[in-house]
């Protein structure tokens, strides 16, 4: 049960955004640019990192809700399961695989993001905008999940619910839209 009054129609951190709309502007603004806007590494890929950050905090609502926004992205369900159970045999690109440990330091402790660590993402390829993303999409995933589990914010076991989810997410983004959430709860 959540600590505050939320729409019980909104689980997660959709129900959290909703109650307090002021702050849920700039927070959206920030993900889309961070997860939807111009880059080179691609959304499924940022998604990745969102999911990473996420299992490593065991933000169950967040994990589940950007491991299924990558599947939609991947049109897959194997990669984001294996970055999150077995990172070194995930098909994804060395450069991913070094991005991905760069994320995983920075949810577990932030201090631990070495000159060697970004040195090895870099021999693999990755800019230092990729790398930056990468830290600030891990660090923005932190607050996210501390968010949604500080405040009991609901979370579905239902996986329909996250798929639904994930297609509001690939088709419009994370920024607010009339009746964003609309389909969110429909039984399938």
Request: contains cysteine; proline residues 5%; aromatic residues 4%.
């Amino acid at each position: 049960m959540p600590h505050i009054p939320l729409d019980e129609n909104l689980p997660g951190i959709t129900g959290l955004l909703n109650y307090r709309q002021d702050t849920a502007l700039p927070i959206r603004q920030l993900t889309q640019i961070l997860l939807r806007g111009e880059s080179t590494l691609t959304e499924g890929e940022r998604e990745l990192i969102a999911t990473v950050t996420s299992q490593g905090n065991q933000c169950k609502f967040c994990t589940a809700a950007h491991t299924a926004a990558a599947d939609a992205l991947l049109g897959e369900r194997e990669t984001a399961e294996m970055v999150k159970h077995d990172p070194e045999n995930a098909p994804v690109s060395e450069k991913m695989k070094q991005l991905l440990e760069i994320a995983r330091r920075v949810q577990a402790d932030a201090r631990t993001v070495s000159t060697g660590l970004v040195e090895k993402a870099r021999n693999a390829g990755a800019t230092d905008l990729e790398i930056h993303d990468t830290v600030l999409i891990a660090g923005l995933f932190c607050l996210y999940n501390k968010y949604v589990d500080g405040l009991a914010s609901v979370t579905p076991t239902d996986p329909a619910f996250y798929d639904r989810l994930a297609n509001i997410l690939k088709t419009n983004g994370y920024l607010p839209s009339a009746n964003r959430y609309a389909s969110l709860n429909e039984t399938k």
